[in-house]
C-alpha cells in the first residue's frame, strides 16, 4: 500500500531534507564519524554516519509505518480532545520502523539531577535580585524562575557536564559547569518573557504569563535584563571559547525568531525553512550549552563535538515534540493554550506532513492561516492526515541518534540518564 495514498510524502520529503543536509559549509573531518562544520544550523539530519542511507532507509521505514497505519480505522484519531490525548499516549508504540530505546527504568535524570537543579534556580533567582534594586523588575525577571517550569536545559547541562566529567576521570560538577546550566535556563526564559510580548499570551506555565500581569514595556526590559545578567554571568566564566558559543546561540535565537516571521512558497522551501527555523529557536541553545560545559570540563574536539551533536539532536526531538503537542494535548496538561500555532500563522511539522494529502492547506499556510475559518479546518486536516505520526517518527530518528552519541562516552548514572532522556523526550505529555 502508498504512504499516505502516495510515496511523494515520503521519497521528496526524506529526499529533501538530505538534501538541505548536503548545503553545509566546509567540513572538516575529526577522528571520529561526526565532523565540525561552521554552520551546526544546516547539517545532515541524522549524523554523518546516517546521512548516507538516509534517503533509501528513511523512506522505507516511513512508508512501512504509514501502511501498517493506513490499515487501521481512520476513527481512531477524534476530534475531542481527551481522545486526542489517549491518541498521543498510543503514539510512542505505533512505531517499530524507528527502532527501540534502551530501558534504563532505575535512573530517573531529573532524580539525579535534583540537588544540583535546586542550586541552579536558588542561584538564578539570587543573582538576579542582586543586580538591581528596582522591586518591579526583580519581580517581573524571576517570575518565571519559580521551579515550576520543566528545567529541560539546566537539567541536560547537568547530566552532561557529570556525564563528561566521569569520562575524565574527574568527580562532582565544576562551578562554572553548574553556572552553564544558569545560564542556559535564564536564555531560553529571556526568551520566553520576549515571546509573551510577541504573541500577546495570557497564560504560560499553568499561571497568568508575565504580559497578563505587567506592561509589555515593562516585561520586555524585564527580558533585556535578564539577558544582560547572563552577559555578566558569561564574562566572569574567563572563557573566550565559552563566550563566542553562548554568543552564537542567542543570536541563532533571535534569527529564529525572525524566520518565524516568514514562509516560502514552494513545498521543498517551506521543509528546508523549518528545520533550520527549529534548530535555531530550540536546537542551537541546547547543543551550545552542552558544547560549553564540554570545553569547560576540559574535553578534546572530538568529546566536544559529541556533547554538541547530542544537544542539537535532542533539541530538534524536543521542539517537534513540542510542535505534535499542539495539536494533541489539552490545555490543562500544557499549562498553556493549545493549538496556538495555528493561531499565530505557524506552519510546523505536522502541517507541513498533512499537505502532502491535502495540498488546500498551502494556501492556508501562505495567507498564515488568518480568514475565517482557517486554523478550524487545518487543525481538522491534520487529525485526518498521517502528520503527527510522521512528525513523531522524525522526533524519534533525531532521539536515537541521541542515544548513539550518548552511548560513546563512559557508563556512568549519569551517562545512562544522558541515554534514557530522549525516550523521556518523545513521551513527555507537556
Not at 136 to 160: C, W
Not at 357 to 370: G, T, V
Amino acid at each position: 500500500m502508498a504512504c499516505i495514498r502516495s510515496s511523494r510524502l515520503c521519497a521528496r520529503a526524506i529526499e529533501n531534507l538530505c538534501q538541505f543536509g548536503r548545503t553545509t559549509q566546509g567540513r572538516k573531518k575529526s577522528s571520529t564519524a561526526y565532523v565540525k562544520i561552521k554552520n551546526p544550523g544546516v547539517q545532515p539530519l541524522y549524523g554523518t554516519t546516517f546521512g548516507l542511507h538516509c534517503q533509501k532507509e528513511v523512506t522505507e521505514r516511513l512508508c512501512k509505518i504509514c501502511s501498517s497505519r493506513n490499515k487501521s480505522s481512520s476513527s481512531s484519531m477524534v476530534s475531542d480532545e481527551n481522545n486526542r490525548c489517549g491518541d498521543r499516549r498510543n503514539l510512542s508504540t505505533q512505531h517499530p520502523g524507528a527502532g527501540s530505546m534502551p530501558d534504563y527504568q532505575p535512573v530517573d535524570p531529573y532524580r539525579l539531577a535534583e540537588d544540583d537543579l535546586k542550586t541552579v534556580h536558588a542561584k538564578i533567582r539570587q543573582v538576579l535580585l542582586m543586580n538591581t534594586n528596582q522591586e518591579e523588575l526583580q519581580r517581573i525577571a524571576t517570575y518565571y524562575f519559580d521551579g515550576q517550569g520543566k528545567s529541560f536545559r539546566p537539567m541536560v547541562t547537568i547530566l552532561m557536564s557529570r556525564a563528561l566529567n566521569y569520562h575524565l576521570n574527574k568527580s562532582g560538577v565544576l562551578p562554572k559547569q553548574l553556572q552553564m546550566a544558569m545560564i542556559a535556563e535564564m536564555i531560553h526564559t529571556a526568551s520566553l518573557v520576549h515571546d509573551d510580548v510577541i504573541d500577546q499570551s495570557d497564560i504560560r506555565r499553568g499561571k497568568p504569563s508575565v504580559n497578563a500581569l505587567w506592561s509589555q514595556k515593562k516585561v520586555a526590559m524585564a527580558g533585556d535584563f535578564i539577558l544582560a545578567v547572563v552577559s555578566m554571568l558569561l564574562a566572569n566564566l574567563q572563557s573566550c571559547e565559552v563566550t563566542s558559543t553562548m554568543s552564537q546561540a542567542i543570536s541563532d535565537l533571535v534569527q529564529g525568531e525572525f524566520m518565524q516571521l516568514g514562509s516560502k512558497e514552494t513545498e521543498n522551501e517551506r521543509f528546508a525553512h523549518y528545520l533550520t527555523k527549529t534548530y535555531r529557536k530550540t536546537a542551537s541553545l541546547v547543543a551550545n550549552s552542552l558544547k560549553s560545559v564540554a570545553m569547560l570540563a576540559g574535553c578534546d574536539d572530538q568529546l566536544c563535538e559529541i556533547a554538541f551533536q547530542y544537544g542539537r539532536n535532542i533539541g530538534l526531538a524536543f521542539q517537534l515534540v513540542d510542535d505534535l503537542l499542539d495539536f494533541i494535548s489539552s490545555t490543562d496538561t500544557m499549562g498553556k493554550p493549545t493549538a496556538t500555532d495555528l493561531k499565530l500563522g505557524l506552519a510546523t511539522a505536522p502541517v507541513l506532513f498533512a499537505c502532502e494529502k491535502y495540498p488546500e492547506l498551502n494556501p492556508m499556510i501562505m495567507r498564515r492561516f488568518q480568514e475565517p475559518g482557517d486554523v478550524e479546518k487545518a487543525f481538522e486536516l491534520v487529525h485526518k492526515s498521517q502528520g503527527l505520526e510522521q512528525t513523531q517518527f522524525l522526533a524519534k530518528k533525531h532521539s536515537i541518534e541521541a542515544v548513539k552519541l550518548a552511548n560513546s562516552i563512559a557508563s556512568s548514572p549519569f551517562q545512562k540518564a544522558l541515554i534514557i532522556v530522549p525516550d523521556m523526550v518523545i513521551k513527555r505529555m507537556k
